[in-house]
């Protein structure tokens, strides 16, 4: 199967390589991690601008936050918020004392 390659700067593998060598990783590994990393910078600058121009707009926002507002009233909805539960699915408060 062919590896499909893609040209950098002398500088660019310098620094993938260092970052191989500190890392103990491969520099395809360090390289995946680093575009991983880009791409989620990326999502959030957009998400943040996208919540900066919808607050921006006065209408928009204030419908947003009624809508938040409705969805406020289902949290914990009949739920007992004193309920714990373990990390295997246990319920993890005491049986009720019955007579």
Not at 20 to 33: H, I, R, S
């Amino acid at each position: 199967m062919a590896t499909p390659s893609v040209r950098i700067s002398e500088q660019s593998h310098r620094i993938l390589r260092e970052l191989a060598e500190q890392t103990g990783q491969t520099m395809a590994d360090v390289l995946e991690k680093a575009l991983d990393a880009y791409r989620r910078k990326l999502f959030f600058e957009q998400f943040n601008a996208g919540y900066a121009a919808l607050r921006a707009e006065p209408e928009a926002w204030a419908e947003l936050e009624s809508e938040r507002k409705l969805w406020d009233a289902t949290l914990m909805d009949g739920l007992d918020p004193e309920e714990r539960w373990t990390e295997e699915g246990r319920s993890a408060n005491p049986e009720p004392d019955t007579p």
